[in-house]
């Protein structure tokens, strides 16, 4: 799509400072500060004094520590999380920033191991800042984690069918998912009402008052920008230099979250197809419906079949799917093993892709019960599992290949034992800065539209698009939105409107 008729679409149309326009034509501008504001109602009250953190080295240049919050927030003698937290400390030669708070996404990835792994983005922000990330309450390394399932139990929810469409499949899929829900509820059931993400906000402002910040600088992508932007709101005079990568929309439901995922994954999936096309040695047919249909054949195929290799392990149509849908996340890169894995498969050797599927890359995993703990708590309004079919056979229309497994990753859900009070809806944002947030057109998991819907909740913030393909944009070496980035935080200044990245 060319540039004027982008800026033409309709949800571009007389949104002000929401219009896009090309990265070439933008000034750059001082971002304003934010000034005192009431917080809103239902708000956490304002932070007590600044835990003391014990900083301990903790291999190489890494410093660990711990810090306490309280279960409940209505409740602050009572019983308490202890969270893990792990700095990585300045080393640049220019002025010292302060302390940048970085956040990986998931709900459930670990924010200490991800700084331990750190890409070179993160290392380049660390010139001027001291790096902090922590595990959010409930997940990783937190105390208590909310992992609910044996190993075998686990095992049982990966190796189910893709997508149930027999009674007895549907069965099986509703026993798994009441099972993982009554697990939960029987290991932690004190602890699951407070595992939302407003709890875990709450959480991020005691480590920023822990940390000695007036204001919080914060990176957080994926999910980790549905905490920031539940920080803002909750937060929003304590509100830094705040970058929001790979942006949800908070107004979306956990079936209409999982039913735009779906549509996302096909399109990446066409992206993928055409990539393969355009090589020699591509195994799929060349015609995109025949294409589709070999790689619905390899997932029923396994649906029917699992593979099971010599060492016992095994290769469900579930597991599959989960290797295809993981490829969509880091192309090129993770395209080039797809597409080795689909040729084996085609061949009848399904041990490259059960490889992938034991891999490290693996971003797609139904047994994630603090995933759960945290999506079915914030997100799920269904809690009829008769809808689920439903919406699967839909679904399945609008995306043939990721439409109903998607659908019926909802299940769990419907099940939990405990909700928010607060149903999604649009940001109550008032008095917050500026901040950037930062979609990518062909993002297979935080889809463009809600980085587009967040941008115009908060309404003095700038986007940045990237028309790319893959989850997440900074970091990937596109000048366009690493400059934008770097600046921000090193300098306080964002484009004076929002900007669309070649």
């Known amino acids: 799509m060319s540039v004027s008729s982008w800026l033409a679409q309709p949800w571009n149309a007389g949104k002000g400072h929401g219009a896009l326009t090309t990265a070439a034509a933008v000034p750059l501008v001082a971002a304003a500060a934010a000034g005192a504001v009431t917080l809103l109602s239902g708000a956490a009250a304002p932070a007590a004094a600044a835990d003391a953190l014990v900083w301990k080295p903790c291999g190489g240049p890494f410093q660990c520590a711990s810090l306490e919050v309280p279960r409940d927030y209505t409740d602050p003698s ?11 400390p300045a080393t640049g030669a220019g002025e010292r920033l302060g302390t940048l708070v970085y956040n990986p996404g998931g709900p459930g990835l670990s924010g200490v191991m991800e700084l331990r792994q750190r ?30 399932l044996s190993a075998a139990e686990q095992a049982d929810i ?20 009441r099972m993982v829900a009554d697990r939960c509820q029987e290991r932690f059931s004190a602890w699951l009402p407070f595992v939302g993400t407003r709890d875990g906000a709450r959480d991020l402002d005691r480590v920023r008052a822990a940390l000695g910040e007036t204001r919080l600088t914060y990176l957080g992508v994926s999910y980790g920008t ?5 920080y803002a709101e909750l937060f929003p005079e304590r509100v830094g230099r705040f970058v929001l990568d790979g942006a949800l929309d908070p107004s979306l439901p956990y079936g209409p979250f999982r039913r735009d995922q779906a549509l996302a994954m096909d399109q990446a999936l066409g992206r993928f197809l055409a990539d393969c096309h355009s090589q020699p040695d591509c195994p799929l047919p060349s015609e ?30 579930a597991r599959a799917l989960g290797v295809i849908q993981s490829s969509m996340y880091d192309p090129p890169s993770a395209w080039k093993p797809l597409q080795q894995a689909l040729a084996a ?7 490259p892709m059960l490889t992938l599927a034991d891999g490290p890359d693996l971003m797609v995993n139904p047994a994630d019960t603090p995933y759960l703990a945290v999506m079915c708590h914030d997100l799920a309004t269904n809690r009829d599992p008769a809808l689920v079919p439903l919406e699967a056979a839909a679904w399945r229309r609008d995306a ?25 809806r649009p940001l109550q944002a008032r008095g917050v800065p500026p901040v950037l947030v930062i979609g990518t057109t062909y993002d297979p998991s935080t889809t463009v539209g809600w980085a587009r819907a967040l941008h115009r909740q908060l309404p003095d913030s700038r986007m940045v698009e990237w028309n790319g393909d893959g989850h997440l944009a900074y970091g990937r070496g596109v000048a366009c939105v690493d400059q934008t980035v770097t ?3 090193f300098e306080g200044v964002l484009p004076e409107q929002s900007l669309r990245c070649p």
């Open 78 to 88: 009572g019983p308490r999380w202890q969270l893990p937290l792990i700095r990585l």
């Open 119 to 148: 890409p070179a983005e993160l290392e380049a922000l660390r010139s001027r800042y001291d790096l902090v990330s922590f595990d959010l309450r409930g997940t990783a390394g937190s105390v208590p984690a909310i992992q609910c």
């Open 158 to 177: 990966q190796n189910q069918v893709s997508a149930p469409r027999t009674p007895l499949q549907i069965a099986s899929a509703n026993r798994l998912a």
């Open 226 to 230: 549905y905490l920031g932007a539940i």
């Open 288 to 317: 995109s419906g025949q294409a589709i249909a070999a790689i619905h054949g390899v997932v029923a195929g396994l649906d029917a079949r699992p593979y099971r290799s010599s060492d016992g392990r095994q290769l469900s149509g």
């Open 345 to 351: 498969a085609l061949r009848g050797d399904p041990e």
């Open 400 to 424: 043939p290949v990721n439409g109903a497994s998607r659908a019926w990753s909802t299940l769990p859900c419907a099940y939990w034992p405990v909700r928010t009070a607060l149903p999604p």
């Open 487 to 489: 600046r921000f935080l």
